[in-house]
């Protein structure tokens, strides 16, 4: 059977669902391609026949099956899902934002051609978010025109924060800006978040506690430095359903009758510009779904999954369905606001 070409996704006609949180880790990783290895440069360790322990300076940061990297696989777990179409963005932590700008666009321009191998592989049915190293402003935006001209990618993934400088900080605006004017889609996941000090439990309370805080934080900053408001062409999507964004809202609101400055600082309502931005499913819970669509519209949500790791949603589209919804708003958070987002 051919294969479409990278840059034509299938074409959707059926209530199959649009996945736009799906992440990529490939099979290896190459050497460092210049003297001793950095720091924080990763490898691939054998685990089973299925899985791999994916090593950071000699460290399982975790453990990953073959799904990650072989499109096959990934593919066969569609139908169960109710997903037709899947957009891939490299697992968080390779991002590598800690590492000098030389060798962090090496490793990101690696993943972004796995990636691209990835989605000629799938017949029209994966898309490309690709990676830029943020840490270097020039390099970020060369890799940015990369991942449009030549990979033909729907858009980018970037973390919350950039070794802790916050996504919505001015120094950040060139980069927004490139991505508006090559009409790129964006998507925030959660990385490396702030407030790890406060959590009493396992390593996994990362992913499940701190995550969602990282996330509110990141939204919060782009409503707070007008950047919506500044770049209205920009798609700019939030993982974990925007996290604790949501709660936020209407103490920003609330603040903005009582604080000359924030009123000074802030041009639109935050809730009008919160409306402005994608958000995905990722919730686990139906009042949790409901109160967000009530909160930031039901034009934009989004199926998330965080496939194919362990903690991922693996019934997404039954979910929302399951969650009270009418008809039409069932079919723009399946796949209709998610192809808008995409540009499919």
């Known amino acids: 059977m051919s294969l479409k070409p990278i840059n034509t996704p299938m074409k959707l006609n059926c209530r199959c669902g649009v996945d736009m949180h799906a992440h990529v880790i490939p099979g290896e990783f190459p050497r460092y391609l210049g ?15 299925c899985h791999r322990h994916v090593m950071i300076d000699g460290k399982n940061y975790r453990t990953v099956s073959d799904k990650c990297w072989t499109t096959a696989r990934r593919l066969a777990d569609f139908e169960a899902m109710g997903i037709g179409l899947q957009a ?3 697992m968080p932590e390779l991002l590598s934002y800690w590492l000098p700008p030389a060798v962090g666009v090496q490793l990101v321009r690696y993943l972004n051609d796995q990636i691209a191998a990835m989605v000629a592989e799938s017949g029209g049915r994966l898309m490309g978010l690709g990676a830029v190293p ?20 729907a858009g980018v993934e970037i973390g919350t924060n950039i070794n802790g400088l916050v996504i919505g900080d001015p120094q950040f605006d060139p980069f927004f800006e490139a991505c508006e004017a090559l009409d790129l889609a964006v998507f925030v996941h959660a990385l490396r978040p702030a407030g790890m000090g406060r959590l009493v ?14 996330v509110g934080l990141a939204a919060a900053s782009v409503l707070t430095s007008n950047l919506i408001t500044r770049r209205p062409k920009l798609r ?9 964004l949501a709660m936020l809202l209407p103490r920003l609101e609330q603040a903005m009758a009582v604080f000359p400055g924030l009123r000074e600082r802030v041009t639109r309502s935050p ?24 909160t930031f519209g039901a034009s934009q949500l989004m199926i998330g999954t965080d496939y194919p790791f362990n ?9 929302i369905e399951a969650a009270g919804f009418d008809a039409a708003v069932v079919d723009q958070l399946v796949q209709g606001n998610a192809q808008r987002y995409l540009k499919i």
Do not use: C
Not at 134 to 153: G, P, R, S, V
Not at 311 to 319: E, I, L, Q, W, Y
């Open 236 to 244: 700019l999507a939030f993982s974990h359903g925007g996290g604790t």
């Open 35 to 49: 003297g001793a290895t950095p720091s924080g440069w990763p490898s691939m360790a054998p685990a089973d026949a």
């Open 134 to 153: 943020l840490q270097d402003m020039d390099l970020a935006i060369k890799e940015l025109h990369y991942l449009k001209h030549d990979l033909k990618f």
């Open 271 to 294: 809730t009008a510009q919160a409306r402005e931005l994608f958000y995905d499913t990722l919730v686990f819970d139906a009042p949790t779904l409901q109160h967000l669509v009530q």
């Open 311 to 319: 903690f991922h949603d693996s019934h997404p589209v039954a979910r």
């Open 201 to 214: 439990g396992p390593p996994a309370l990362q992913q499940v506690l701190a995550y969602p805080t990282d």
């Open 88 to 90: 891939i963005s490299p």
